[in-house]
């Protein structure tokens, strides 16, 4: 079945760096459009990044764009999310996401935290 893992979030200063990995199984990775979403608390869940099937066209939310990249790996059937100059406000849990088929899956969630 299908299967989105994120990992790599974690407790990280203003202005530092994190990378967030999503590892992909059950179904065939290089076909599929690939993003990333993020929930802060008490807030809706907002679209981050996307990544076409070879990675060749990447797009962004105006909050994130020129501090955040995206980018996929599709031998090891993984997605990434290099997140620099981090904020406070990019404080969330960062979802890794695929529409395949009909159904929107999602993985489980990473938390980052950025505080001093």
């Known amino acids: 079945q299908v299967q989105l893992v994120e990992s790599g979030g974690g407790l990280v200063q203003p202005g530092g760096s994190l990378r967030l990995s999503c590892a992909a199984s059950?179904?065939?990775?290089?076909?599929?459009?690939m993003r990333w979403y993020r929930q802060a608390p008490g807030k809706e869940r907002e679209w981050v990044a996307g990544?076409?099937?070879?990675?060749?066209?990447?797009n962004y939310a105006d909050s994130v764009k020129g501090r955040f990249t995206i980018s996929r790996d599709n031998y090891k059937n993984t997605m990434y999310l290099q997140m620099t100059s981090l904020q406070p406000e990019d404080t969330a849990v960062y979802y890794c996401?695929?529409?395949?088929?009909?159904?929107?899956?999602w993985g489980q969630g990473t938390q980052v935290t950025v505080s001093s």
């Open positions: 059950g179904f065939t990775f290089s076909t599929y459009t």
């Open positions: 990544i076409s099937t070879t990675g060749g066209t990447t």
């Open positions: 996401n695929s529409l395949i088929g009909i159904r929107d899956y």
